[in-house]
């Protein structure tokens, strides 16, 4: 049958502005996280990552917040850009299954010219 | 940049038929993994290769799905007997270590599957 498409929560931006997005994850044991964009029609792209004894980490224009009390990461990117625009989504990874990798639903990033 | 490659880019094949996805990873990477993602849905893990064996497999990865590392560039993805519902992105992704756990991840620019 005809498979039923994720909706994905949007976020509409204009350029230069800052962007947030957040990610909740849902084990409490992950102790590595990635953000990655997706473009349509490609792969996943890395951007930045975090494990769990950091709270936060800075590269280029972009920032990753971790708080672990509540399972929450978010994404935060600097004068957004219509190269921005994409899908973000978090992934997860356990010490005790190290070699999966557990992804979430995403968010969809509309940047305004 | 080293990247990671796949081929063909797309694949449309009958139900039923045999399918085989390739991908050559980043040359010293040691993690090598296979992912899904339906169309509009989001990515799924499907197994994870490391030290020539597989080392985590979902559930989705059955009895018709196996992984090789026929030579020391290429890993491959069988699909024995297609179903409709196996069209999708396969992506294919390689890591490196750091302390003995895995890295991030570098994904392919993936194989859309289409099965009719």
């Known amino acids: 049958g005809e498979s039923v498409g994720l909706h994905l929560p949007t976020l509409s931006v204009q350029e230069g502005d800052n962007s947030i997005i957040n990610c909740a994850y849902s084990?409490?044991?992950?102790?590595?996280f990635i953000w990655y964009k997706q473009e349509s029609g490609k792969g996943p792209q890395f951007i930045i990552d975090?494990?769990?004894?950091?709270d936060k980490r800075q590269g280029q224009r972009v920032t990753v917040l971790l708080n672990k009390t509540v399972k929450h990461l978010s994404l935060q990117i600097a004068a957004t850009q219509p190269g921005d625009s994409a899908v973000y989504f978090c992934?997860?990874?356990?010490?005790?299954?190290?070699?999966?990798?557990?992804f979430g639903s995403g968010t969809k990033l509309n940047v305004k010219p | 940049e080293p990247e990671v490659t796949q081929t063909p880019s797309h694949q449309v094949t009958q139900m039923g038929q045999e399918v085989i996805l390739r991908c050559v990873p980043i040359?010293?990477?040691?993690?090598f993994y296979w992912y899904r993602q339906i169309l509009g849905q989001k990515v799924e893990f499907l197994v994870s290769?490391?030290?020539?064996?597989?080392?985590?497999k979902s559930e989705i990865f059955d009895d018709q799905f196996s992984v090789e590392r026929p030579d020391g560039s290429n890993f491959t993805l069988k699909i024995r007997s297609t179903k409709l519902e196996d069209s999708a992105m396969y992506f294919c992704?390689?890591?490196?270590?750091?302390?003995?756990?895995?890295?991030?991840?570098?994904f392919g620019p993936g194989t859309r599957l289409t099965v009719l």
């Open positions: 084990n409490s044991a992950s102790d590595y």
């Open positions: 290769f490391y030290n020539n064996e597989i080392s985590e």
């Open positions: 040359s010293n990477h040691l993690y």
């Open positions: 975090i494990r769990s004894n950091m």
């Open positions: 992934a997860e990874n356990i010490p005790y299954n190290f070699n999966k990798f557990y």
């Open positions: 992704a390689s890591s490196d270590t750091t302390s003995g756990r895995p890295d991030t991840q570098y």
